[in-house]
């Protein structure tokens, strides 16, 4: 069984937030969101340079990043999104998680910005998750 974390940022200082994934010993950030470049807050945009952004800020703190966008909400404008999103994601799980393998060191946390994960698609990839390949998770709320 695998053990692994979400977290969302909403609301947390940069510095608090990357201190709590490492003393959690998270070792890889995998940002679900659908558009990282455009976060509101500079420190968790995903920048063209590494050492810049969120990425920037996690290599600070010990932690490695991969942003994985397939798992980004496309139904977010949708009253029903958390249907739709995970419908999508029992449709097309096998085909969207090829990039979340071995590779990837863990422990790792899901990211996205909802900073409750009862209000953000992050919480359905961690079911998915669970229930397909035997994740534990932990929500770092």
């Known amino acids: 069984m695998t053990a692994a974390f979400t977290i969302g940022y909403g609301g947390r200082k940069p510095d608090a937030f990357a201190q709590l994934l490492a003393a959690n010993g998270v070792k890889t950030v995998v940002d679900v969101r659908l558009r ?5 807050v500079g420190s968790y945009a995903k920048a063209r340079e590494p050492d810049k952004g969120i990425a920037g800020l996690l290599a600070k703190a010990g932690v ?15 009253d029903d999104w958390p249907t739709r999103y995970a419908d999508f994601l029992d449709r097309a799980g096998p085909l969207l998680f ?4 071995a590779d990837v060191p863990g422990p790792v946390c899901l990211l996205c910005a909802e900073k409750k994960v009862a209000e953000c698609h992050r919480r359905h990839v961690a079911e998915y998750l669970a229930r397909e390949r035997g994740w534990r998770f932990t929500h770092l709320e």
């Open 98 to 101: 090829d990039r979340l393998t």
């Open 36 to 40: 990282p470049d455009k976060a509101s």
């Open 64 to 78: 490695g990043y991969v942003s994985l966008p397939e798992l980004g909400n496309l139904f977010l404008g949708y």
